[in-house]
């Protein structure tokens, strides 16, 4: 089979390599689709947290091929789509109830193949069978999906509250379709007009394109006596947005800093602000089964569409133009299509 490697950056390869066979508990699926990620494309830029070479690819949905011994929810021919990750329920971490920090997280790794090998953990946790109306491309955004459902828990938004998103690529659209349907007024921050204009297909009832306006001082002038906004989600993966995020919530309001930076980076924030506004900076990373659960349900009932995300197909051979492509911030996401 066709699988795409990490090799450093700036550097995939297309390998042919064995299909894998499951051992107990394992399933293998034939995937259909691959989304690519912001993640995808941060690793292929600059490097990520791997050292390489590795596999690369965890928004997917395919077919089952193989099952292993034991494997009763699922059988050969189901359509399904499996989570990239699923937690070990035995760590520190797990035994705390913070699921995403697991440090033992079986993974799914490498969707940029013609066939995967999805692990025991995934397959009795985080995969799901697909209902017959749900098409491939809707599904394989249950992984990013979740992430963002996750995020927009870690922070408390009560209807009427302002919330401003920072970045409208995948997740921080994901994040204003999600703050709007809690009911939120929600502002979008973006320097690309493609992406405010879905932004506000998604709910949101202010646009700022940050080339024209400054995003901190027209987000605050948004509300009444400039105060700030409730919630301030950075979805970019910037150090400079995360402290733009800082500035523009108000006193006693939240902060939500999401996107990933480059290792190392540091930022600062006012701490005389932070202390005596009472201000909340939380930091989120991936995300837990109770919220991929919920963000498949939310994607069976079609609160997003894969129409809205999905641009562009491609074969496994132009992985590296569709992730230049996404990266370059032409197209929310791009989509590798097995045939």
């Known amino acids: 089979m066709k699988q795409i490697v990490y090799y450093g950056i700036e550097d995939i390869r297309l390998k042919e390599v064995a299909v894998p066979v499951p051992a107990a508990g394992e399933v293998v ?12 494309c941060k690793m292929f830029m600059r490097g990520y947290r791997y050292n390489p070479p590795h596999l690369i690819g965890h928004e997917a949905a395919g077919d089952v091929v193989s099952v292993g011994e034991g494997v009763t929810k699922f059988k050969i021919g189901d ?59 809707q ?13 927009i828990d870690q922070v408390d938004i009560e209807q009427g509250d302002s919330v401003v998103v920072n970045g409208c690529g995948p997740i921080g659209l994901m994040f204003i379709r999600l703050a709007y349907l809690k009911g939120a007024r929600v502002i979008a921050c973006d320097n690309k007009q493609n992406r405010l204009e879905l932004a506000k297909k998604m709910g949101a009832l202010h ?18 006596d400039a105060r700030g906004v409730d919630v301030a989600i ?62 498949f349900e939310l994607l069976k009932m079609k609160a997003i569409s894969a129409e809205d995300f999905v641009e562009n197909e491609y074969t496994i051979e132009e992985t590296e133009m569709a992730i230049r492509e996404h990266a370059a911030g032409k197209v929310i996401k791009n989509c590798i299509i097995y045939n």
């Not at 699926?29 to 995808?40: A, I, R």
């Not at 697909?130 to 491309?137: C, G, I, L």
């Open 29 to 40: 699926v034939k995937n259909k689709v691959t989304l690519t990620c912001g993640t995808d």
């Open 79 to 137: 359509r399904v789509v499996a989570h990239n990750t699923a937690p070990c329920h035995k760590c520190y971490w797990c035994k705390k109830g913070q699921h995403s920090m697991c440090v033992d997280l079986p993974s799914n790794l490498g969707s940029y193949a013609e066939y995967q090998l999805i692990p025991k953990n995934i397959v009795e946790e985080t995969m799901f069978l697909m209902p017959d109306d749900m098409d491939y491309k």
């Open 139 to 151: 599904a394989a955004l249950t992984e990013p999906l979740s992430c963002a459902v996750y995020g």
């Open 207 to 224: 646009l700022i394109n940050i080339q024209e306006q400054d995003q901190i001082q027209a987000v605050r002038e948004l509300i009444e």
């Open 234 to 295: 950075e979805a970019a993966g910037l150090p400079e947005v995360w402290e733009i995020a800082f500035q523009q919530v108000r006193a006693g309001g939240q902060v939500l800093c999401f996107g990933g930076t480059k290792t190392g980076t540091q930022v600062t924030f006012d701490c005389t602000r932070m202390h005596y506004e009472q201000i909340t900076v939380k930091g989120v990373f991936h995300t837990t089964p109770i919220h991929v659960n919920a963000a």
